[in-house]
DNA sequence: GTCTATACCCCGATAGAC
DNA sequence: GTCTATCGGGGTATAGAC
């Protein structure tokens, strides 16, 4: 299905990669409300004519950036949690390597080899900080998915699977914790009841109700972290920022219900 | 200092407020980026040139909006925890009626006439909806300031004052919690020590570090989950939204040491 | 699939008359 | 303070030759 079968599909898949990487270096000028086909050709040495070959408007550029994007913050969300090597084959290995510009932050590696108890936990900080890694190394590919919607540009059906890429990871790792009887049950207003139900049915048919509620919510949070890191208003206010994201997600885990170290607990009240 | 001195100073106060009207209009019609003066000349029906004698330039034009809508979204904010009312002055009266556009929930109407206990938490949660009902009713003056930011615009530094006046209300409940002794102290990781201390200096001098901490993930957190809302990330995933919302507000509200109703407390594990 | 040429739009900013 | 005119850029998209 992807074997390339000649010289001119080759040709022709090399030269949409170099017009989006192109484009993405035009993003982090000029951002994607200004994202030109013709400041792209130029650069490419083309006529801006030429590009219509290869995409047939300006929004389809566009959204082939978006997928890409939401593709790849979903990879590094995926290979954070992957699980530890069934064997060390190549292919778990491949798969950690496909998202070379994660973070691999110090905290993440001290978190993974703690005892059985807090390795969800761990797993969660994992998947977050990656998620946090891959924003910072690529700050406008993520204001272009996680920021103000492009004017004039509704995002086509073919975004919503790669977008939901890092939100399933996220319920994986809670659905995992369950399996294994790590869960805890985060409270659940009464006036949700049925939202819960209906969140769960659709994204996590083996999750509890208020599971799947308090996921959405800190899905939505941890992205309001990096946001606000992303688009400065951390600026001159959160200083120690890696050490301050990880506590913050911890304490998310807590309310998505998965267990932290006991010191924690401790220190609550 | 504001009176109005004569017909000439009027009219220029007229004309500017129309000018960033129509600005505004086109701030939801094509975004940020593409705010350009001659179309808003045009739509006024003054050449283009007239408006460089009221904005010396596109990026003063793109200042004063921001800084309207940070006032804007602050004086909501203000509003929402005012205290009740001294007395039934014409002023406190007036102070409510500041931001007409604010959202006032049933949640908020609710919550308000709680027990002691948890009046803090509820004012928290008039604050966050307040804000979240300005951003509904300004959507595009929210992602104005809350979300990417605009390419090649630096906020000059008169936009950082009005820029804190929601942290500085959400600061002013939990001060307020704890002048009354109704704030638990949230846990803090020890990585953190200095950075609470260095938050609490400068922010909250009077409040314990570990909150100064959790407040500001919480003030990210909050803006996560509207942003999400706005942004589109919600779509077909979360339908009852007020609920959604208000529910996760109380949540963060447990983060920061706010006390929650029994009921929550119980549902704990 | 790439080229030239073209139609028809947009913008910020300034000079200088009135 | 508003106007005309202008400089010097930018853009999407298509037609038609090669």
Redesign the pocket.
């Given at each position: 299905m992807t074997k390339i079968r000649g010289a001119?599909e080759r040709?022709?898949i090399e030269?949409t990669a170099a017009i989006k990487d192109e484009a993405r270096r035009q993003l982090a000028a000029d951002g994607a409300a200004k994202?030109?086909?013709?400041?792209v050709a130029?650069e490419l040495?083309?006529?801006?004519?030429?590009l219509?070959?290869?995409f047939p408007?300006?929004d389809e550029l566009l959204t082939a950036l978006i997928v890409d994007a939401y593709e790849a913050v979903g990879a590094a969300a995926e290979s954070a949690i992957a699980p530890p090597a069934t064997s060390d084959s190549s292919h778990s290995f491949v798969s950690l390597q496909h998202a070379p510009d994660q973070a691999t932050t110090p905290d993440q590696a001290a978190a993974t080899d703690g005892t059985a108890t807090t390795d969800h936990r761990a797993r969660w900080i994992a998947l977050c900080s990656a998620v946090r890694g891959w924003a910072l190394a690529h700050p406008h590919e993520y204001a272009l998915i996680y920021g103000s919607p492009v004017p004039g540009y509704a995002a086509p059906h073919d975004t919503v699977v790669p977008a939901s890429r890092v939100g399933a990871a996220m319920i994986s790792v809670a659905r995992d914790a369950h399996r294994m009887r790590g869960l805890a049950l985060p409270p659940l207003d009464d006036a949700l009841h049925d939202e819960a139900r209906r969140l769960a049915d659709r994204f996590a048919p083996d999750l509890p109700p208020s599971v799947a509620v308090a996921l959405i919510a800190a899905w939505s949070q941890v992205f309001g972290l990096i946001s606000f890191e992303l688009f400065g208003q951390f600026h001159r206010v959160v200083e120690e920022r890696d050490a301050f994201f990880t506590q913050a997600v911890g304490r998310l885990a807590d309310g998505v219900g998965l267990p932290g170290p006991p010191s924690v607990r401790e220190a609550q009240r």
């Open positions: 001119r040709a022709r030269v994202l030109s086909l013709r400041a130029r040495g083309m006529v801006s004519s030429a219509y070959r290869y408007s300006r």
